[in-house]
């Protein structure tokens, strides 16, 4: 129940719970779902735990939930060959059954990411935490300590099928790794914190807390509604005397909210972000057919 403690769950509530009770950890459940694995949020599906296997599908999202999770512990995409990556050997190496990580999907043609995995395992890192041979863009590690990339290295056979997209093949491809039943590269998986790369200074955390109400932007302020006729959504801005000044128009949220930063029809951050968020939740309203009124939560139960 919301507001309701997590509390240790005995071994034997599950699978997943077994497992990890193997590895002498206490596992939390909250809401209904394990939170401890993997530490490091993203887009992806966790399927068997005992699994040696975790898949990439690059910048393919759609892939996620079209493999079957069955034979696979992880199921994930990484985009970006920087942030990216760094979340997504946090999430690997702290899972010491894992010894096998598919590449398959598309290929950014901008950042790489396939082609830079291949060459970390291949040549690791220069002394800048550049990767050596990978030629797209924010081709670097720069938050993670080296013993996290070392061990990544170490532990993972990069499994290459960049470019396959049909889920039927690659089910194959993770059932025949599965099959292999290699055995865990450790005891004990590596934790690694947000911030641990030598020289780097552990982020603040902080709990994020409502926010006061606007002061008035000397530039004007905005109403946002939806023409689903036309199926788009119409920004008017208007001075602080309510004269009606400039009306946009658009289909995307990040369009419109572009337009006013670049026509400069705004003046504070806090407004801009107000002004981000109300647009984005109007798109969301636009597409899935919601009723849409600013300053308002959406209600799914309208569709």
């Given at each position: 129940?919301?507001?309701?403690?997590?509390?240790?769950?005995?071994?034997?509530?599950?699978?997943?719970?077994e497992?990890?009770?193997?590895?002498?950890?206490?596992?939390?459940?909250?809401?209904?779902?394990?939170?401890?694995?993997?530490?490091?949020?993203?887009?992806?599906?966790?399927?068997?735990?005992d699994?040696?296997?975790?898949?990439?599908?690059?910048?393919?999202?759609?892939?996620?939930d079209?493999?079957?999770p069955?034979?696979?512990a992880?199921?994930?995409?990484?985009?970006?060959?920087?942030?990216?990556?760094?979340?997504?050997?946090?999430?690997?190496?702290?899972?010491?059954?894992?010894?096998?990580?598919?590449?398959?999907?598309?290929?950014?043609?901008?950042?790489?990411?396939?082609?830079?995995?291949?060459m970390?395992?291949?040549?690791?890192?220069?002394?800048?935490?550049?990767?050596?041979?990978?030629?797209?863009?924010?081709?670097?590690?720069?938050?993670?300590?080296?013993?996290?990339?070392?061990?990544?290295?170490q532990?993972?056979?990069?499994?290459?099928?960049?470019?396959?997209?049909?889920p039927?093949?690659?089910?194959?491809?993770?059932?025949?790794?599965?099959?292999?039943?290699t055995?865990?590269?450790?005891?004990?998986?590596?934790?690694?914190?947000?911030?641990?790369?030598?020289?780097e200074?552990?982020?603040?955390?902080?709990?994020?807390?409502r926010?006061?109400?606007?002061?008035?932007?000397?530039?004007?302020?905005?109403?946002?509604?939806?023409?689903?006729?036309?199926?788009?959504?119409?920004?008017?801005?208007?001075?602080?005397?309510?004269?009606?000044?400039?009306?946009?128009?658009?289909?995307?949220?990040?369009?419109?909210?572009?337009?006013?930063?670049?026509?400069?029809?705004?003046?504070?951050?806090?407004?801009?972000?107000?002004?981000?968020?109300?647009?984005?939740?109007?798109?969301?309203?636009?597409?899935?057919g919601?009723?849409?009124?600013?300053?308002?939560?959406?209600?799914?139960?309208?569709?």
């Amino acid at each position: 129940m919301p507001g309701q403690k997590s509390q240790p769950v005995e071994p034997g509530f599950s699978p997943l719970l077994e497992w990890q009770a193997k590895a002498g950890k206490t596992w939390r459940r909250t809401f209904g779902r394990v939170i401890d694995w993997p530490p490091s949020p993203g887009r992806f599906v966790i399927g068997n735990p005992d699994s040696a296997v975790a898949v990439c599908t690059l910048s393919s999202t759609a892939l996620i939930d079209q493999l079957s999770p069955n034979r696979v512990a992880i199921i994930g995409r990484v985009y970006t060959p920087n942030l990216g990556v760094e979340k997504m050997i946090r999430n690997v190496v702290s899972n010491p059954r894992l010894r096998y990580l598919v590449l398959c999907g598309k290929e950014s043609p901008v950042f790489k990411v396939g082609e830079a995995l291949l060459m970390l395992a291949a040549n690791g890192l220069d002394e800048q935490g550049q990767i050596i041979g990978a030629s797209g863009a924010m081709a670097e590690l720069s938050n993670l300590p080296i013993e996290a990339v070392e061990t990544f290295r170490q532990q993972i056979q990069l499994i290459n099928h960049i470019g396959e997209i049909n889920p039927a093949s690659l089910n194959r491809i993770v059932a025949e790794l599965a099959d292999r039943q290699t055995p865990p590269f450790a005891q004990v998986g590596l934790q690694v914190s947000e911030g641990s790369a030598t020289n780097e200074i552990a982020p603040i955390e902080i709990q994020a807390h409502r926010r006061n109400w606007l002061e008035l932007d000397p530039l004007g302020y905005f109403i946002i509604h939806l023409n689903p006729p036309r199926n788009e959504i119409v920004l008017e801005r208007y001075t602080t005397d309510k004269k009606l000044t400039h009306i946009i128009r658009g289909r995307a949220a990040d369009l419109i909210y572009h337009t006013v930063v670049h026509e400069k029809l705004l003046s504070q951050p806090e407004h801009a972000a107000y002004l981000g968020a109300e647009l984005a939740k109007a798109e969301t309203a636009l597409y899935n057919g919601l009723t849409y009124e600013q300053d308002r939560k959406l209600h799914l139960k309208d569709k």
